[in-house]
């Protein structure tokens, strides 16, 4: 029962447009959203999150966008650079993040230089 | 303090034998999580501690796996019988409210 699903397992986009990600879940009790950026050999790293209070949470580059109504979510990375080749996880939670994370199975991003 | 750390970093171990991996989590961080990722996965859930206190285990913890947290510093994951589907990595994360990564601890069962 995959509750986080990101469909898409690949990415590449041209260095400096935009890079979009996106993130689909099942559990209506989710009230909480992450994404992480995960390189080879090494753990997540948190990027960005957002409460289901919100719709839009911006912080640099990054910004998610949460559209409760449809359960899905998604990354916009702008403008796109090398060092954002990674693969990226959208996870979950219910309690403002001070439950367990469910993720999903992530998304491979490559910038083309 | 410079984050969430994890030791050994890789383990390889044959098949029957028992492992033990150690996470220190950031500092006055009360809550500590165990997840496990295998290739082509998100990380899963394992288990949480709010300082000592083990609050939940998922059903993917068998009874061959046991993790402690004593005085609600550092962590322990023990692996007892280890078994080839053991092998993946093993991340630890540590939380005022969010979480945050170690670099985990790649097992490999031979």
């Known amino acids: 029962d995959q509750q986080v699903k990101q469909n898409s397992p690949s990415l590449s986009v041209q260095e400096g447009r935009i890079s979009i990600l996106n993130c689909d879940y099942t559990?209506?009790?989710?009230?909480?959203f992450l994404w992480y950026k995960k390189y080879p050999a090494e753990g997540p790293t948190f990027l960005i999150s957002?409460?289901?209070?919100?719709d839009k949470n911006e912080d640099g580059r990054f910004t998610v966008f949460l559209n409760k109504s449809a359960k899905h979510l998604s990354l916009h990375i702008v403008p796109s650079q090398p060092g954002d080749s990674a693969v990226y996880f959208c996870?979950?939670?219910?309690?403002?993040?001070?439950?367990?994370?469910?993720f999903g199975t992530g998304t491979r991003l490559t910038i083309i230089p | 303090d410079t984050g969430v750390s994890q030791d050994p970093r890789h383990k390889i171990t044959k098949r029957g034998q028992n492992v033990t991996f150690r996470c220190d989590p950031i500092?006055?961080?009360?809550?500590l999580y165990w997840y496990r990722q295998t290739l082509g996965q998100g990380p899963e859930f394992l288990t949480y501690?709010?300082?000592?206190?083990?609050?939940?285990k998922s059903r993917l913890l068998s009874d061959r796996f046991s993790a402690e947290r004593p005085k609600g510093s550092f962590s322990t994951l023990e692996i007892q019988r280890t078994e080839q589907g053991d092998s993946a990595m093993y991340l630890c994360?540590?939380?005022?409210?969010?979480?945050?990564f170690g670099p985990g601890t790649r097992l490999t069962v031979t």
């Open positions: 501690f709010q300082n000592e206190a083990q609050l939940e």
């Open positions: 996870a979950a939670s219910v309690n403002f993040g001070n439950e367990k994370l469910t």
């Open positions: 957002i409460s289901s209070i919100k």
């Open positions: 500092s006055e961080h009360n809550r």
């Open positions: 994360a540590s939380s005022p409210w969010g979480q945050y």
């Open positions: 559990n209506s009790m989710f009230d909480y």
